[in-house]
C-alpha cells in the first residue's frame, strides 16, 4: 500500500467513527434509477446513498456499495440490515481494480472519491467495463482549474484531503472520453478557491454506447 492510500484509509477511518458524510454533489437525481435495475457506489462511505438508490431500484433491484475502507463498509451493512434492507450490499475493494464481472450494473455513480485516485483513466475504463452495454454513470467530483504544483501532488496529506489528487477539468473529462463513453455531460457545477486555488465540482453524466452507437463521441 503506497503512503498516500494509507493516508486516505486513515482519513476515512476517523470519519467513520466521526459519523461523517461527504459530498461534492448530488447523484440520485440525475441517474434516473428505474425498478429492477442493477447498481453500484463507488466509494460508497457510510451507504447512504448506496440505500437510497436501493430503495429506488426496488426488491427486484440490488444497490451495491463499495469502498476502500473497511470500518465504512462494516458501518454501512450494518446500518442496512437495521434498516430492513436486504437489496443493498456492501464490499471491500479499490476503485482502480474494481472485483466485478464485466457488464454487471445498468448505471453507476461516485460522489467525490475519484480524485483519490492515482490513474483516473484507470478507474473510467473499469466502470466502463462493468457497466453494461448501454448503461450510465453519473459521478460528482473535484477538479482543479490548473494545474496543482508537485510539491503538492506529491503530499500524501493533501490528496487524502481531495486536493493534491485533483486534475484539471480537461484532463478528467479526456479521460473519460478515452475510456469509451459518450454524451458526456456536466450536469452541475460549483466553483470555489480550495486552498488558494480556483476549483470546481463537477457532476457529470455520461452512457456506455451501445453496439450500435459505438464510435460516436
Known amino acids: 500500500m503506497t503512503l498516500i492510500n494509507e493516508r486516505i484509509q486513515a482519513r476515512y477511518s476517523e470519519e467513520s467513527a466521526a459519523g461523517c458524510s461527504l459530498s461534492c454533489g448530488s447523484n440520485l437525481e440525475y441517474l434516473g434509477l428505474k425498478e429492477g435495475e442493477r447498481v453500484l457506489d463507488l466509494g460508497c462511505g457510510t451507504g447512504s446513498e448506496t440505500m437510497?438508490?436501493?430503495f429506488l431500484v426496488g426488491d427486484q433491484g440490488i444497490a451495491v456499495g463499495l469502498d476502500i475502507t473497511l470500518e465504512m463498509v462494516d458501518i454501512a451493512d450494518k446500518s442496512a440490515r437495521e434498516k430492513g434492507i436486504y437489496n443493498a450490499y456492501y464490499m471491500y475493494g479499490?476503485?482502480?481494480?474494481?472485483p466485478l464481472h464485466n457488464g454487471s450494473f445498468?448505471?453507476?455513480?461516485?460522489?467525490?472519491?475519484?480524485?483519490?485516485?492515482?490513474d483516473k483513466k484507470k478507474v473510467y475504463e473499469e466502470i466502463f467495463r462493468v457497466l453494461?452495454?448501454?448503461?450510465?454513470?453519473?459521478?460528482s467530483d473535484a477538479v482543479s482549474k490548473e494545474d496543482l504544483p508537485d510539491y503538492i501532488k506529491k503530499?500524501?496529506?493533501?490528496?487524502?484531503?481531495?486536493?493534491?489528487?485533483a486534475i484539471t477539468e480537461e484532463d478528467y473529462l479526456q479521460s473519460i472520453r478515452e475510456a469509451g463513453f459518450i454524451n458526456i455531460n456536466i450536469v452541475s457545477r460549483r466553483e470555489y478557491l480550495k486552498n488558494g486555488y480556483d476549483f470546481a465540482s463537477l457532476t457529470i453524466y455520461a452512457i456506455k454506447?451501445?453496439?450500435?452507437n459505438w464510435g460516436v463521441s
Do not use: Y
Not at 453494461?132 to 459521478?139: C, D, E, L, M, N
Open 94 to 98: 479499490s476503485i482502480e481494480q474494481l
Open 155 to 165: 503530499d500524501p496529506d493533501q490528496w487524502a484531503a481531495c486536493f493534491g489528487g
Open 52 to 54: 437510497q438508490a436501493a
Open 132 to 139: 453494461k452495454s448501454g448503461g450510465r454513470f453519473v459521478i
Open 209 to 212: 454506447p451501445t453496439e450500435s
Open 106 to 118: 445498468d448505471a453507476i455513480m461516485s460522489n467525490c472519491v475519484i480524485n483519490h485516485a492515482s
